[in-house]
């Protein structure tokens, strides 16, 4: 058995420090009031049973409380107090230097909590551990200086979750859609260095990887491009490569037709796009921003954006290399093709190309392909988007918050060059277990948390509130996001509706089968689960009436956040059945993952709760190895289409660097009780020996993660 120590270490579980710490306390009181040596091994026996029943590594500090509830169940009341004495007091030689042990064992890469706190970040590299420290540092000043304390005391209560704390001391905001198009048309400016507008298809993709990556170190959430801005360019490369062939004939001495110069250009045209997309692929995946990892970025893949015609043709010449240049993978260090983390693909289904026979079907039986072999793209269906956002279709910011509409000055809707200023979640298990199951109070309990929310997102957005240009030029001054002058404050940005601001939520299903003894599926308990969300929804509108801001709901993709929450709900009240005995809960309002149900029963049930999370949702189907069943793929796709905004399909992609094993890597529980991954071929469970991908909370994972939503990825049903 493991323990989690305070630096974040994890070690063996040593029960003579139990004994010895109790033996200590209980000679500090008087004989009669003491402990027997019996009655102290009993506690020891006590607190390890528990321990081993919880099935995860416990902390110090659960074992500490565990410690503490056995001596009074011994009704030993002196004991008790010279223990938590002991405890208080060196928790306040601790609090005189909080980080300092957990920035050392970040350096040493001992720190088990933070090796799977990011699925997507690698702890043993130098750029990823000076961002962790960094964010220490900025945890411990937030903790200490920038949030109220009943903030803190939720957040570490598990009652709330106060997103990206690692980042708050700064003045950055959460993620946002790149105006890409203003960067190439008007020209941008990179560390300081004056950019034109590119002069042909291959340059314009280096100014946006390059740019993108500039993007990714100014904020701390994901980051949209759209292919149609990039689409004008290969127009661009044409008309170059038509006056160079040209000239060529003509220095050559040959006769030459107009239709020949077309042909020689239009090959050297589609070249050129292969370049391009090869540089974006590879150059998003291998550039290493501030942060110590690839850009959280999502290509925007849409054919309607672009007017019908030589544009939206040179958009689907693009969005066909993207795809094919995915489903061949990148290589990794043993030059085996593998499944890649970014960029992530949004590819929009329309009328031009759902239905076979309709001319841009071929793309869409290609991304079939793609997501068989890759698990992308996810999948927007423009019909539905559009009736959910009064007549668009644009894409979300990174892997699932969506912008509400906006219009500007002339009354034209606006989505680029906009962004999200941060997100608090409301673990809404919680507010149902601290109810008791009593309806009135739950919704009592539900106003009070939401009270809370307001006031922690008040406090990100107050922290963004007179941020000046100059923190990020590429965003604020440049064109990603905006044009301001030099000191001009973001704050206009701030109100209308220009930006939003999110309430998130987690743990629907637990929540609803707390209070009402069923799955949120059931027909007897859904109207309550949406009776839930709109109360959620009603809370945003008056807040936004109220501050002139755009507070919007956001179905949370927690990733490590599942695993504290399900510890936090443990020690709060117990193991639940079917509510808090996981180590993780359900992410927003999606199907329990153990629940038994078709693809399309899903997709249709969790298609009236992504109405209802105007601020950020997506669903996704866990499905084997399709491809040898596209046909199966795109029935998927189709129903997509007619009945969901935003969706996904869950396939595996592994490989064993020890055994060449191509497969689903498995995870299992070692000796010690923790889950590892292992290769059902060669049984390698080195991870540095094998690539893992998993859809973890929207973005693809490949960096593993922590016990809780590792336990949460090993329970997933298949769905079709």
Known sequence: MKIIKRSGSEVSFDEKKISAAI????????VKERLSKEQITDITAAVVNICLDVNRSLNVEEIQDLVEEQIMDKRAFSVARKYITYRYNRALIRKSNSTDKQILSLLECNNEEVKQENSNKNPTVNSVQRDYMAGEVSKDITKRFLLPSEVIRAHEQGIIHFHDSDYFAQHMHNCCLVNLEDMLQNGTVISETLIDPPKSFSTACNIATQSIAQIASSQYGGQSISLTHLAPFVDVSRQKYRRQVEEEFKKAGLEYTSQQVDRVAELRVLNEIKCGVQMIQYQVITLMTTNGQAPFVSVFMYLNEAPEGRLRDDLALIMEEILRQRIQGV?????????????????????????????????????????????????????IMKELKQGNCYPCMGCRSFLTV?????DRPKFYGRFNQGVVTLNLVDVACSSDR??????????????LCKKALMCRHNRLKGTPSDVAPILWQYGALARLKKGEKIDKLLYNGYSTISLGYAGLCECV???TGKSHTDPEASPFALKIMQRLNDACSQWREEENIDFSLYGTPLESTTYKFAKCLQKRFGKIEGVTDKNYITNSYHVHVTEEINAFDKLKFEAQFQKLSPGGAVSYVEV???????????????????????????????????????????????????????????????????????RTCGYIGTQYWNQGRTQEIKERVLHL
């Open 23 to 30: 033996t200590k306390a209980n000679y500090e009181v008087p």
């Open 331 to 383: 290589k990794n260090e043993k030059g085996v093709y593998i499944t890649p983390a970014f960029p992530k693909l949004l590819y929009v289904l329309e009328e031009n190309n759902i239905h076979e026979g309709s001319k841009y079907w071929y793309l869409t039986e290609l991304a079939a392909k793609c997501t068989a072999k890759r698990m992308v793209p996810d999948y927007i269906s423009e019909k």
């Open 406 to 410: 906006y219009r500007d000055e002339e």
């Open 438 to 451: 009593d309806e009135e109070l739950f919704w009592k309990i539900l106003d009070k948390r939401l009270a």
């Open 513 to 515: 089968r707390y209070m």
């Open 624 to 694: 084997p190895n399709m491809e040898n069943n596209i046909p199966a793929v795109l029935e998927v796709m189709k129903f997509i289409y007619d009945n969901i905004m935003y969706a996904e399909l869950n396939t595996k992609s592994d490989y064993c660097q020890v055994c060449d094993y191509n497969g689903q890597i498995q995870i299992e529980t070692d000796r010690h009780g923790k889950l590892i991954w292992k290769c059902p071929n060669c049984g390698n469970t080195d991870q540095n020996k094998m690539n893992v991908a998993r």
